[in-house]
């Protein structure tokens, strides 16, 4: 230890440390291996960040344009129906799906497929949150990842195409198949396989 201009320094030695790294940096193989184990860690972690902001812009996108098409419709037709969907860049859109403490919301589109996975959430099946059987929706990685960490209790909204709103809340420990009037929400892969269950009861 000494001191200079009032610092103290500390020098730390680990005996053989230098050894090992003059060894280290002269091993090629040790080298090689560990660029290309942070070279596939930088890749994942730039695909996972890259996907969760496609999905978001996307999302995005699909919903300003949703929401000017139910507005110009409206002109028309001032009494919309809560059944009605509208069509947007060939995509069928049913209602809106937002966690208001998240501050994100979602259209939903009316199938899961090849042309909507990638784009928002996906009803799977043909049944609204109004109707007693409830409504399944698929949803896309940058939304799923967010309800990783919800708790029990999260509000969640429903907002058909006329702009009324359905209000549920998260529970955790739902063993049922069904919950009359609730809502749904899978973590699938692109094939539709579901790996989670997140399950928004009536409030």
Same mark, same amino acid.
């Given at each position: 230890?000494?001191?200079?201009?009032?610092? &103290? *320094?500390? $020098?730390?030695?680990? @005996?053989?440390?230098?050894? *090992?790294? !003059?060894?280290?940096?002269?091993?090629?193989?040790?080298? =090689? *291996?560990?660029?290309?184990?942070?070279?596939? /860690?930088?890749?994942?972690?730039?695909?996972?960040?890259? $996907?969760?902001?496609?999905?978001? !812009?996307?999302?995005?996108?699909?919903?300003?344009?949703?929401? +000017?098409?139910?507005?110009? /419709? !409206?002109?028309?037709?001032?009494?919309? %129906?809560?059944?009605?969907?509208?069509?947007?860049? $060939?995509?069928? &859109? &049913?209602?809106? /799906?937002?966690? @208001?403490? !998240?501050?994100?919301? =979602? @259209?939903?589109? +009316?199938?899961?497929?090849?042309?909507? $996975?990638?784009?928002?959430?996906?009803?799977?099946?043909?049944?609204?949150?109004?109707?007693?059987?409830?409504?399944?929706? =698929?949803?896309?990685?940058? *939304?799923?990842?967010?309800?990783? %960490?919800?708790?029990?209790?999260?509000?969640?909204?429903?907002?058909?195409?006329?702009?009324?709103?359905?209000?549920?809340?998260?529970?955790?420990?739902?063993?049922?198949?069904? &919950?009359?009037?609730?809502?749904?929400?899978?973590?699938?892969? #692109?094939?539709?396989?579901? +790996? #989670?269950?997140?399950?928004?009861?009536? #409030?």
């Amino acid at each position: 230890m000494k001191t200079e201009g009032g610092a &103290v *320094f500390i $020098n730390i030695r680990f @005996p053989g440390m230098n050894k *090992f790294l !003059k060894k280290y940096r002269n091993n090629k193989k040790i080298k =090689y *291996f560990t660029i290309g184990i942070l070279f596939i /860690i930088i890749v994942v972690l730039f695909t996972v960040v890259e $996907n969760g902001t496609g999905d978001r !812009k996307r999302a995005k996108k699909l919903e300003k344009a949703a929401e +000017n098409e139910i507005v110009s /419709i !409206k002109k028309k037709i001032p009494k919309m %129906d809560r059944n009605t969907f509208i069509t947007v860049d $060939n995509k069928v &859109v &049913v209602g809106f /799906i937002s966690l @208001p403490n !998240k501050q994100i919301k =979602y @259209p939903v589109i +009316n199938t899961f497929n090849d042309n909507t $996975n990638t784009y928002s959430l996906c009803r799977s099946g043909d049944k609204m949150p109004w109707d007693l059987e409830g409504m399944t929706i =698929y949803g896309i990685d940058s *939304f799923t990842r967010v309800l990783e %960490d919800i708790e029990s209790g999260e509000k969640l909204e429903f907002e058909d195409v006329t702009g009324k709103k359905y209000q549920y809340k998260y529970e955790k420990n739902i063993k049922k198949k069904v &919950v009359d009037y609730g809502i749904k929400i899978c973590s699938v892969d #692109k094939e539709g396989e579901v +790996n #989670k269950e997140y399950w928004f009861v009536k #409030k």
